[in-house]
């Protein structure tokens, strides 16, 4: 495709605008399941049919399977696009209003929402004091963005909270790691090696 859009073949052109705008998209927002990436998905799955000549007969009788897998696609990306955004709506309504409720609804909309659990488990801990209902919402969120600084720190201040002191000094080794000249975990992994010491005393 590469090759042909450089030799001002059209369709491939339009074949390699739509694969660079969907990864480059899906790459910026972290995930694939978003209006912007379905809708270059659906270009590019359009102009695959194109390419492959495929013509408007499989809307016929005589290809009623694919006409049915058509249909649904025609259905489902704008059901996914709603879904997404109802549950980002319900994430920022969540935050705004310190409302758990309304972030486990949009979790329940849409559990990849990376921000809603990060924003769920500053609700529980310090609206309710929930340590667990925190650690899990926060291991959500670091299995959905494993890079995330203040996530990592905050997991380990979870994780010793709740005593879990292997998986808090697990956390800060992949924190430091990743930022090693971060002093505040420096700072907490001292404290907990104290407390391990303590344990083992």
């Given amino acids: 495709s590469i090759v042909n ?5 059209t369709l491939d052109k339009w074949l ?3 694969l660079v705008a969907l990864l480059f998209n899906s790459l910026v927002s972290g995930v694939f399941l978003n209006p912007a990436s379905l809708f270059f998905s659906s270009l590019l799955f359009a102009i695959i049919i194109k390419r492959a000549k495929i013509s408007f007969t499989i809307f016929s009788l005589e290809n009623r399977k694919m006409a049915s897998l058509a249909r649904i696609q025609v ?20 935050l705004k209003h310190y409302d758990a ?4 609804q949009a979790l329940a909309l849409n559990p990849g929402n990376e921000r809603a659990w990060y924003d ?3 609700v529980q801990y310090q609206k309710f004091r929930d340590t667990h209902g925190s650690l899990h919402s926060l291991e959500r969120f670091v299995e959905l963005y494993p890079y995330h600084i203040q996530a990592l720190y905050l997991l380990a201040q979870r994780q010793i909270t709740a005593k879990h002191y292997e998986a808090a000094k697990y ?5 430091l790691k990743m930022y090693p000249s971060y002093e ?15 344990q083992h005393q």
Avoid: C, N
């Avoid at 259905?75 to 969540?94: C, K, R, T």
């Avoid at 956390?171 to 924190?175: A, C, K, M, V, Y």
């Fill in 5 to 9: 859009a450089l030799r001002r073949d």
């Fill in 16 to 18: 390699l605008v739509s």
């Fill in 75 to 94: 259905v489902l990306i704008p059901a996914f696009s709603m879904m997404w955004l109802s549950s980002h709506l319900y994430a920022f309504q969540g």
């Fill in 101 to 104: 409720d309304r972030l486990q």
């Fill in 120 to 122: 769920l488990s500053r």
């Fill in 171 to 175: 956390s800060l080794e992949r924190l």
């Fill in 184 to 198: 505040k975990a420096k700072q907490l992994k001292r404290y907990l090696q104290r407390l391990i010491d303590t």
